[in-house]
């Protein structure tokens, strides 16, 4: 069993930045960060593989960057130019699974066994 505890969120103005940590307590090959408002399906945002492949929502490219740091089993996303949409909890996914899944259906939340419990986001106008 994985356990992922994710870090980083808070509250900023709109044009600011965050940064998300996602770690890991055991090996995993993909992870993405997922987000989730009230009364909305869960979204994918960003997704980031040891292969070094990586995915971005449309609404999320050039603002968002996710990276990896493998020697601490941690990934991050970096958030700049916030804007108050991007307001919602924010969770980590983490999945062992290798292959061509990710290149296809990054966003397919049946492919990722670990989750974490969630970081708020709020971004104010």
């Known amino acids: 069993q994985v356990q992922l505890v994710e870090s980083g969120g808070g509250s900023v103005q709109a044009g600011g930045s965050l940064r998300l940590s996602c770690a890991a307590s055991?090996?995993?090959?993909?992870m993405a960060w997922f987000r989730q408002t009230p009364g909305k399906e869960r979204e994918g945002v960003a997704g980031?593989?040891?292969?070094?492949?990586?995915t971005y929502a449309d609404s999320v490219k050039g603002r968002f960057t996710i990276s990896e740091d493998n020697a601490k089993n941690t990934r991050y996303l970096q958030m700049n130019s916030l804007k108050p949409e991007d307001t919602a909890m924010y969770y980590c996914?983490?999945?062992?699974?290798?292959?061509?899944?990710?290149?296809?259906?990054?966003?397919?939340?049946?492919?990722?066994?670990?989750w974490g419990q969630g970081t708020r986001v709020t971004v104010s106008s």
């Open positions: 996914a983490a999945s062992r699974l290798g292959g061509t899944w990710f290149s296809y259906s990054p966003w397919s939340q049946t492919k990722y066994l670990y």
């Open positions: 055991g090996y995993t090959y993909c």
């Open positions: 980031i593989c040891q292969d070094g492949k990586t």
